[in-house]
């Protein structure tokens, strides 16, 4: 039997991602082990350098969780207690979380239901009627838990599945507006918007390195700016609010710990020099997928929109006939050894955003048809072809069990 059909008989479980590293990352972390500076070192700077050069921004801030530059990012638009945030229901929880960090306000605005990504002709809405005030604006708002003499403050737009959202559309609304663009490029590294890089098409953007993201650092986030004085602000905070110019133990700014340490910023680097491959590699499983799924009935793939020049693939993600009933699809999936992901459940329906703004089933019609049909299949960029039939193979032979 080849290595190939062994493979495939085989019920050896599959992991949902896998991170793709080598010696070069081992010896890089090695390294810093037998060195002095294990925080605050050379690694760091190398690593910002590198990520600033590939998506093209003047700055790039390496911090120790995207979560955690999400966060700055708020604090460097000063975003404050009472502000209003017009952001996307369907993303990972942190996307909106950060908003509530400074007590401001999150307003969900529904989602294209071809790419997920926010509906930019409701945002516009949205920005619209959140300006003018009054009973158009309390439309939008949540049915509780905001103040009034709050003040839109910036839109925080989500490059879901890596698929960057039309920064063409939400760019000019937030400049008429006077609010200020930040992109949750969190799963985007490496997708091109028009030719342009994910994480730069706003006025700030992060990146997220968890070991499922397209390059990783254990833990890890990075924040990139055009604006020199974001970066500032984003390197004081990290580090605890000191400032340039401040001593030893002199803190300007209520700031944080969210350092990237050096043997993550070393892993991070080497990743950065393997970036174009470890790209292609996902680019190759993901082809593969949409081969292998073509003929399978009641499954679909998401549609990559015209305006997506290059498409990195965080997770590959499908969309299953509304009929189907996905946690029967999942479990039979898991007694095959193929584990699978319901992908989102909306924030809005997330039991604290419920019970703190009122939120019900039927707020966001489309992000929760996406979230109730959405399905991520294992992916990495070192999945094999014949685990990606095997995977095919389980999902038809369940579908046609049903
Ligand atoms: C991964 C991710 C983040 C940040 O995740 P961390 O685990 O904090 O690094 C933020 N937003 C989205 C949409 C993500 O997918």
Redesign the pocket.
């Given at each position: 039997m080849t290595r190939a059909a062994a493979e495939r008989l085989s019920h050896d479980p599959i992991p949902m991602s896998s991170p793709d590293l080598t010696q070069a990352e081992r010896d890089a972390v090695a390294e810093v082990l037998g060195g002095a500076w294990l925080s605050r070192g050379s690694q760091i700077q190398a690593f910002e350098q590198a990520i600033a050069g590939y998506v093209g921004a003047r700055f790039a801030v390496g911090v120790s969780?995207?979560?955690a530059g999400?966060h700055l990012a708020v604090r460097a638009c000063e975003i404050q207690d009472g502000d209003w945030v017009l952001t996307t229901p369907y993303?990972?929880v942190?996307?909106a979380n950060v908003i509530l960090y400074e007590r401001a306000t999150p307003i969900f605005v529904d989602v294209d239901p071809a790419t997920g990504n926010l509906d930019p002709g409701a945002t516009a809405e949205a920005v619209r009627d959140l300006t003018a005030g009054g009973a158009s604006a309390e439309h939008w708002l949540p049915k509780q838990g905001w103040r009034r003499g709050g003040r839109l403050k910036a839109i925080l737009a989500?490059d879901v599945f890596a698929q960057p959202a039309d920064y063409d559309a939400l760019a000019p609304l937030a400049r008429d507006g006077g609010l200020y663009l930040i992109e949750?490029s969190?799963?985007a590294l490496g997708s091109t918007y028009k030719g342009r890089s994910a994480g730069t098409l706003g006025d700030i953007g992060v990146f997220?390195f968890?070991p499922n993201?397209q390059i990783t650092t254990g833990?890890g986030?990075i924040v990139v700016t055009d604006r020199e004085d974001w970066a500032q602000m984003v390197r004081s905070l990290r580090n605890q609010g000191r400032a340039p110019g401040d001593r030893w133990l002199e803190h300007t700014h209520l700031g944080y710990n969210y350092r990237l340490d050096e043997l993550s910023a070393a892993l991070g680097r080497v990743q950065m020099e393997r970036v174009e491959d470890l790209i292609a590699k996902r680019e190759r499983v993901a082809a593969n997928y949409a081969e292998r799924l073509k003929g399978i009935p009641g499954v679909e793939t998401i549609p990559v929109s015209d305006s997506t020049t290059r498409l990195s693939w965080f997770v590959y993600v499908v969309r299953l006939d509304r009929e189907l009933d996905r946690g029967i699809i999942i479990e039979r999936l898991a007694a095959r050894g193929v584990p699978s992901r319901p992908y989102f459940n909306p924030i809005h329906l997330q039991a604290y955003f419920q019970e703190r703004f009122g939120y019900r089933e039927g707020d966001f019609p489309v992000a929760e048809a996406l979230g109730r049909s959405s399905l991520a299949l294992p992916f990495s960029g070192i999945m094999t072809e014949s685990q990606v039939g095997r995977v095919c193979d389980a999902l038809e032979e369940v579908l046609g069990s049903l």
């Open positions: 969780s995207g979560t999400l993303s990972f942190a996307s989500v949750d969190c799963e997220a968890y993201k833990e986030g």
